[in-house]
């Protein structure tokens, strides 16, 4: 299961506002472990409480 949120726009600093994830994260996900995409869903939940939420946003 991808974190992905179906909104796909990067900011300035290359990371999707939806999901978070750089887009180097976004290319290696399909080559990860299932322990390594966890880790990463984990790291995801840390990024989403420091950001707005996409729809304050727009």
Known sequence: ???CMS???LDEDQVCMGCRRTLE??????HMSPAEQWQLV???ARRQKGQKSWR???
Do not use: D, K, V
Not at 25 to 30: D, N, P
């Open 25 to 30: 994260e976004i290319r290696g996900w399909a």
């Open 56 to 58: 304050n946003i727009f």
């Open 1 to 3: 299961m991808s974190p």
């Open 7 to 9: 909104i796909c726009t």
């Open 42 to 44: 984990e790291e995801l």
